[in-house]
């Protein structure tokens, strides 16, 4: 038996804050090559973007002159080319056309954009996600869907027919950092282990935000009351403080919806266990989906829109 | 005229984490002298609390071997002596028999206890504004009433008929500084003023908060997307950063409260405007006690108690 190798038909590229990931793509859509590696936006922004690439098109032996399309924060403002964003309700079938190419090169290198959100009480922005909503949405089909894209900013989004309709940022992975770290808390969850969902302070904790999410910052407090009085472990304490955050988010996020509104959960990695945990404490059964294999999906229909590939 | 200066009676301490604050107060109950220091706890515990209080009691000349009460984290584990803690449901007036006095030494040194809630939900303590309260409810009158005591670790109490029914602990303060020096936010609340409770976007957010509390830590990423792409100024990024979380805890104390409770405010200081404002914007009219002088009350209370002055 033989096996034709397809031809390389364009390159994808996540390119985050801390991370850059790159696909070369084969004619059939098939994964040909990919490359992984910590030189997201941040170190990009130093030591140059279209160096950095170029030293990993090279390393996958890409043809030159094949057409890249790239997602993320290499579109921001401090990135490589500010590729602006999208206001909603938009389409997500309207983000290729919206792509911003790089200038005075010849290979055709496309940023996709991201998207804002201009709501006098509710200004939010997205970069990157919007791209995991493209390729997460062939599998959800149509009709209404609160997307869950958990992360240092988990973004909720509400989509309807294939439109965003709105969304907001919860700032719950970095609130969790700098209240572990900066505040009283901190002596509660020292020496803390990882968070397991499995644990019933966390379940308690995210059942209790959905039922009363006004008592956020005094639910925070308990972490530390509780190691004072009522011997709460340390692993206890940080599942609490974890679980208020998530649980709060999750009442936000509910609260913009109608009841029954079906969820959708895009996350890769140890968060997605978390939050599934998370989402079952709040009474939620959710479609799991890949975050990976959705921008990988998101890029895919982005070069078929902008190149027939 | 001649007017006879009345006899010291007794010492009151009011003995905090970074501050110390002493009244030789007289027969009359008038205060004799004064002294304020930043030996608080954590200087103290290096330093010796027995040497702090008898360098400030020389400062005055107190006579030798006059009783002296003390409230605050003197009373901590940390502190110099635990005074251990009164458990909720409390009457206020039980707290000054709960005193503990320093042994090994003649003069009569007492330190009161602070109040421990209990609850597997929301477990809680408080050390210092117990003392507050004890002060403050002789203005409050019997019946219900929700008092607020701003601060790093504010405090909202439910008292009734001079019991404390029950009290939660909201983090605004610490949380306000953790977040505007240790996130994202710190890039759009840089070179901004002091908050003033009279902007627009302070009022707004408290309002918000109110209204919608599950979406807090979304409103707080929204301090950094309206700076983005909605020209939110640093004033107003800041302003809006500390309306969500003072919005956040006064829907949290009211959630927990019969509609029409009155509301008290126990504050000292610059909090003091931007609390009435706060409270306005969510729509109440609070009875507004100054903190230093209750606290003052509050020690003479336990003086009066303990020992008939």
């Known amino acids: 038996m033989t096996e034709t190798t397809p031809q390389p ?26 490359r992984r590696s910590g030189e997201g936006m941040t170190t990009a ?16 032996a890409a043809p030159a002159g094949l057409p890249v399309l790239i997602c993320g924060m290499a579109g921001a403002k401090q990135g490589w080319i ?29 940023i996709l954009p991201g998207l804002a ?16 909503l493209l390729g997460a949405a062939g599998e959800l089909g149509s009709g209404d869907h609160l997307v869950c894209m958990p992360g240092t900013h ?8 294939g439109r965003v309709a709105g969304f907001s940022t919860f700032m719950t992975g970095e609130l969790f950092e700098a209240v572990a770290k900066n505040t009283i808390l901190s002596h509660a969850i020292a020496d803390a282990g990882a968070i397991s969902g499995d644990n019933a302070a966390f379940r308690a904790a995210v059942a209790r935000m959905v039922e009363k999410p ?16 009522a011997g ?18 999750i009442a936000g996020a509910l609260s913009l919806v109608a009841d029954g509104t079906p969820v ?11 939050y599934r945990e998370a989402l079952a404490a709040a009474g939620l059964s959710p479609t799991v989906i890949d975050a990976d294999t959705a921008v990988r999906n998101g890029l895919a229909a982005g070069a078929k829109a902008l190149w027939s590939l």
Chains 1, 2 share one sequence.
């Open 9 to 34: 038909a364009y390159v994808a590229v996540d390119w985050g804050t801390s991370s850059f990931r790159l696909w070369l793509v084969g004619t059939d859509g098939r994964v040909l090559a990919e």
């Open 45 to 60: 922004a130093r030591t140059g973007f279209a160096e950095v690439l170029a030293s990993h098109l090279a390393a996958v």
């Open 82 to 110: 500010e590729a602006g964003y999208l206001d909603t309700p938009a389409a997500l079938s309207d983000i290729p056309a919206a792509a911003v190419r790089i200038p005075g090169i010849e290979a055709d290198i496309r």
């Open 117 to 132: 959100q201009r709501e006098a009480m509710a200004p939010d922005v997205m970069r990157g996600e919007e791209t995991q």
């Open 154 to 161: 988990s973004k909720w989004v509400r989509l309807s027919g």
């Open 214 to 229: 006004a008592l956020a910052t005094s639910q925070l407090f308990s972490v530390r009351a509780g190691s004072l009085i």
């Open 232 to 249: 709460l472990s340390p692993d206890d304490a940080k599942a609490r403080l974890s679980g208020t955050l998530i649980g709060l988010e």
């Open 264 to 274: 959708a959960l895009v996350v890769s990695g140890g968060l997605g266990a978390l």
